[in-house]
């Protein structure tokens, strides 16, 4: 069934929800899916007659941002739209959108799939409200306006992407670049704060293009991927028995695997676009749009790059670009303490013993201190474990932490004399070993040391002694 002069096309339609405190047109907060239903709603979204919108400048600016993250053209002139459909839970009638002049044009997306770099050009990045949920349970329907009006990114690729492969990759990244690039959307799949529409295609060598298959609402980049292949050979499978020209919606059911039809689309749905009389057009030239270019967060390989440069290891690096909070720990943790490799190595290998998060910055000077002491041997692991985590919960300074915790090290060297050659005594076979040449069992008699004196024993001295003892 290898017809390899068939070629598929895939273009995606990418719903990003905004965290902004406020909803798209209105002032009720945008927390939707927290709270009871129609609770967060007002005279806007819930369309009154004679209420009118006012556009969330945050929103504005954080698509206009997004737009620069992915390299589109920021148009001059922008304006909302009038969007005509009917359906039970947008209660206006329409919904607000952008129709002709979108914040954002062209741009696009490169990844690499295996060694091969590819790219995706966008068409446009435009901005919108989401409308309410309808609500299904003991054969009766409801209707939860909590939503509605939520702000909605839609960004929208050209038909560039070949495999579902490549559609998982570019949604990947396209999740980091709004999460963490641009920092405008939590962007989980799960909570609906990235929803994906694919649409996909096969032509034959000729130009005979099958008829187009829209996948919509899929809740996770697996299911994106696996609906797509499933598509894919169907239409080779069917070739040349295509309907040509049909467009047609198709869900997929993930417990089964399988796609099912929907609806068929007999012509392009008229939604009678016109301008939106209640909101004024924007002129972007009035926003800093240099401003908002250099507030833009790297991306993972320029972050990794500069952590390669900066002595931290392969493997850190690529963990550290991967999870922004602990890379804000580590950057703000280095500025002070400059042992790059040895900071990394901390955070990665989670020495702290609590989970690391952006709120910790104002207790770096303290975990500063702690690391210091672990760097040149005065405290052990386990103590450095103890002492950071009471600055973390009990806003301890250093001091207060290593005071509590008995006063730091031992490094009295008759004290741990008198240890380590109790360790000796107790344990003859592995002193038998460490003679006979497995110097590796150094590990255990500091490890001994370390539980005989609760982790306070200097690890220096401790290793000191026993060479000297044992060899
Ligand atoms: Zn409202
Ligand atoms: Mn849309």
């Known amino acids: 069934m290898a017809k390899e002069y068939l070629r598929t096309k895939i273009g995606l339609e990418i719903h990003v929800q905004l965290k902004t405190k406020s909803k798209m047109f209105c002032s009720c907060d945008n927390v939707s899916e927290e709270r009871k239903p129609n609770t967060v709603v007002c005279p806007v979204c819930l ?7 006012v556009a969330n400048k945050q929103a504005v600016l954080w698509t206009i941002k997004t737009g620069l993250a992915l390299g589109c053209k920021i148009n001059k002139i922008c304006k909302f739209d009038r969007k005509h459909y009917f359906y039970p839970d947008l ?3 329409y919904q607000i959108s952008q129709y002709d002049e979108p914040f954002a044009s062209g741009g696009g997306l490169k990844f690499k799939v295996g060694e091969i770099e590819k790219t995706v050009r966008l068409n446009r990045i435009h901005l919108e409200e989401d409308a309410g949920k309808l609500v299904h349970g ?5 209707v939860d306006l ?5 702000p909605l990114m839609e960004i929208v690729t050209e038909p560039d992407i070949d495999s579902a492969e490549q559609a998982g990759i570019f ?11 641009a920092a405008v959307s939590e962007a989980s799949m799960e909570k609906g704060h990235l929803r994906c529409d694919a649409n996909i295609s096969v032509s034959d060598d000729k130009g005979v293009m099958s008829e187009i298959v829209e996948l919509k609402n899929i809740n996770s980049f697996r299911f994106v991927e696996k609906a797509l292949e499933i598509e894919e050979a169907r239409l080779k499978d ?5 309907i040509v020209g049909r467009k047609v919606t198709r869900g997929y059911d993930s417990k089964k695997n399988t796609t099912y039809p929907q609806r068929v689309k007999e012509e392009a749905a008229d939604y009678r676009y016109f301008p939106e009389p209640d909101l004024p057009p924007f002129d972007t030239s009035e926003f800093d749009l240099e401003a908002m270019r250099a507030e833009l967060g790297q991306n993972e390989e320029e972050k990794t790059e500069k952590l390669l440069a900066l002595g931290v290891s392969v493997n850190d690096a690529k963990i550290l670009a991967n999870d922004e909070s602990k ?3 580590f950057s703000q943790i280095t500025k002070i303490f400059k042992e790059n490799e040895f900071v990394a190595r901390a955070i990665v290998q989670n020495y702290f013993g609590f989970l690391i998060e952006a709120g910790d910055i104002e207790k ?4 500063v201190e702690t690391l210091k002491q672990l760097k040149s041997g005065k405290i052990s692991k386990a103590l450095f474990g103890e002492i950071s985590s009471l600055i973390h919960s009990q806003n301890y300074t250093f001091a207060k932490a290593l005071e509590e915790k008995g006063g730091g090290t031992i490094d009295d060297e008759s004290a741990l004399d008198a240890i380590v050659e109790k360790i000796i005594l107790d344990n003859p076979n592995e002193v038998a070993g460490f003679k006979a040449g497995k110097t590796q069992l150094i590990g255990f008699f500091v490890g001994q040391a370390m539980k005989a004196t609760g982790g306070k024993a200097d690890p220096k001295i401790v290793n000191k002694l026993i060479q000297q003892k044992l060899s």
Request: hydrophobic fraction near 35%; glycine fraction near 10%; avoid cysteine.
């Open 171 to 181: 949604l990947r990244k396209l999740q980091k670049i709004v999460r963490d690039v």
């Open 91 to 93: 209660p206006k009638g």
């Open 138 to 142: 003991n054969g009766k329907s409801f």
């Open 47 to 53: 369309a009154l007659p004679g209420a009118l919108p």
């Open 327 to 329: 890379e804000k720990f």
């Open 364 to 367: 770096i000077k303290e975990y």
């Open 146 to 150: 909590n939503r509605a009006g939520t």
């Open 238 to 242: 069917e070739y040349p028995k295509w």
